[in-house]
């Protein structure tokens, strides 16, 4: 019996191992830990993140352009055949009344040409790269706002709680004074009324922390978009401590789409110089071996174009326009750089003046007039009317105390994010 040849096992064992291959380049699913710092949340951006892996494609893209650019032309394979009397009557046999002549020639790429096209092609990968920083520094910046997002929402949330848990504690209270005929049974049913107010910022305040946990497993490239998790940071007033003169000066240095600009001029002058040597023509050197009829011939020659008309003079003025475009380009970056680090610094004072007044003085009274209106109101020296205004004047002056402490560090990632670097 005639043994099995192997080769049909090897293309099934390679046919089982191509898509091994491929899954083992997927990652992983996204595993968000139940108790989410801010700095492992950036972790599981770099790794997760869509938009930061396209990105990341453009600059292995950039290097294949590299690859390509420093490849050399192929050589030419020429089979000519001439002379055969193919209209006569009898032309006779083909290879005995032809002429053959194979020739091999190779291209010849002078003036550089290889070597300052590779030159541009490097500046490729360096911009690529740059913009791909740009695209990490922005998503950053939208991270660090979900997740303070969440902190924000998970605080509104517990302090909607505690006060339906007071106010819960004050229904209670009016339900054994009207057993013993302290309160009228209108008072009760006005203070069991007033419970909706207080229930309805309760599950409003919880729809606001689910959205803002769904909001940041998106970013996350969570594929469970409900996965339970709660957030490590707390919100905390912590101020600025740096000079607008020198986070200006910093981001003119770090910003990764302001370098990604000043590459772009630095291509586009490589690219005037490749330009420049396309009007050097191209050598080709050929050797090949001739056969005419019963001779044996060698034949050998050098082809070369005559620029006599076309030098590029095209290519070279697009090219040095692209120069001047990319530094009008950096210019009004530059600018842009300049005004959002000023405009974010200077929302950063605001908020800070808008959390010091309320730290200093409307938080304390707000809270010690709640206190004093419970007391008073246990105490039956208080009317219900007063004791309701005193809760909302608290609950309303905590959800603005909040909110500012929430703007007032999202203020500070809007600088780190103008600036290009974290502090």
Known sequence: MTPRSPIPRFFWLLF???????????????????????????????????????????????????????LRPNPQFELVSESYPLFESNPGPFFDRNEVIVRVGQPLEIAGKRRKRTRVAEQDVAVAESLLQDTIRQLKLELKIRYYRVVLAKAQSELAREVLTQFDEIIRLNQVRYEKGEVSGLDLARVQTERLRFFNDVVAAELQLQNAKTALLELLGAADLSAPFDVAETLAF??????????????????????????????EQRQVVSEKSQAVPNVTPFFGYKRNLVDNTVTFGVNIGLPFFNRNQGGVARAAARVEQARYEQQRTELAVRSEVRQAYQAVQAEERRVRALESTFVARARQARDIAQAAYRLGALDLIAFLDAERAYRETLRGYYQALNDHQVAIFLVEAAVGKEF
Do not use: C, F, W, Y
């Open 16 to 70: 089982l191992l191509v898509p091994l291959g491929v899954r083992a380049q997927e990652l992983p699913p996204t595993v968000v830990s139940s108790k989410l710092t801010l700095n492992l949340a950036m972790e599981i951006l770099l790794t997760h993140n869509p938009t930061i892996l396209r990105e990341r494609e453009n600059v292995a893209i950039a290097r294949a352009g590299v690859v390509e650019a420093r």
């Open 238 to 267: 912590r101020p600025l401590a740096a000079r607008l003169e020198t986070l200006e000066q910093d981001a003119l240095v770090t910003r990764s789409d302001l370098e990604a600009r000043r590459g772009l001029v630095e291509r």
